[in-house]
């Protein structure tokens, strides 16, 4: 007997945030997505319910009345599996919970703080920002109960969530002249990977530059990018809505893939750290099938 097709939920909440956010790009940011990743699920779903969700007009996506139908519906079924999920789960979890994040990766989270509270809103969670290689040393030290940051080279280890591409971004309306000495926005000395991996790619392809901005975090190096004075490296999902990705054409070197990884302190974790740990691998780790062959996650 042939088997009656199934709805994932993934996609139907793909489908909720293209509708609630207007548009594929404002979806894709909301989600930590590619947009060719929310427009493959669309596709996905339209190819498993075989009728037409969505049209384009413009930037923005208008919904069919079928589209606007499954909406409702989706809108109830997510309602109710996380209904489900947080009866489920609805057993007490109390206690205190320090959690390390670099600032620029805070926003991926938004989502899991917001459910987690609702799940345990007995447990104190304390989020700390900070420099990558800082947080794993906080972590090794018991500070801190876990650690989502960037894989350093110098602090390897812990589980990866996922892997992002990295690109060379400039502002949405200004750029720099892409010509040596590139005007370079880069994270200071010892704050992260992005600098080294920018340097190393630019002396590769023998790249001059010079160094016209520094700071730990985006806040700091956005506004003088979107001014158009100076280029920075940064995710894919950290691309926000003033800054655009430049492409091959740019003539700037191909960029590799950087690793989220979380790391635990070594004494047993806490059912809260637990917790936690399983709710960020279940809204971080999907968004990696985008970079990630299946191969790659069975290694």
């Not at 293209?18 to 909301?30: E, I, K, L, N, P």
């Not at 892997?163 to 400039?170: I, T």
């Not at 502002?171 to 991996?197: C, I, T």
């Amino acid at each position: 007997m042939r088997r009656a097709p199934t709805l994932d939920l993934a996609l139907l909440r793909t489908l909720v945030a293209v509708a609630d956010t207007g548009s594929v790009t404002a979806a894709a940011r909301h989600l930590a997505y590619t947009q060719s990743t929310v427009s493959m699920q669309l596709s996905r779903l339209e190819a498993v319910l075989e009728v037409s969700l969505h049209e384009r007009q413009g930037r923005r996506i208008r919904f069919t009345a079928e589209g606007e139908r499954l909406l409702e519906h989706a809108r109830r079924l997510l309602a109710l599996n996380d209904e489900v999920l947080a009866d489920m789960r609805a057993q007490r979890v109390t206690g205190e919970l320090k959690l390390g994040i670099p600032e620029d990766y805070a926003p991926l989270l938004t989502a899991v703080f917001s459910w987690f509270h609702q799940l345990y809103p007995d447990v104190g969670l304390q989020v700390t920002c900070g420099v990558s290689a800082e947080l794993v040393g906080r972590v090794r030290a018991d500070e801190l109960d876990l650690a989502l940051v960037t894989r350093q080279r110098c602090s390897p280890g812990g589980e990866v969530i996922r892997r992002e591409p990295l690109v060379w971004a400039v502002g949405l309306e200004r750029q720099p002249l892409l010509v040596d000495p590139l005007p370079l926005a880069l994270y200071s000395p010892g704050a992260d990977l992005f600098r080294e991996v920018a340097e190393d790619a630019l002396v590769a392809a023998g790249r001059d530059w010079r160094v016209a901005y520094t700071s730990q975090s985006m806040a700091g190096l956005s506004p003088v990018v979107q001014a158009g004075l100076a280029i920075v490296v940064v995710t894919r999902s950290m691309l926000g809505p003033q800054l655009r990705a430049l492409d091959e054409s740019s003539g700037l070197p191909t960029l590799p893939a950087v690793e989220l990884a979380l790391h635990r302190a070594a004494r047993r974790p806490t059912e809260p750290a637990r917790r936690l740990a399983e709710l960020i691998r279940e809204e971080l780790a999907p968004a990696r099938m985008s970079w990630v062959s299946r191969e790659e996650l069975g290694r």
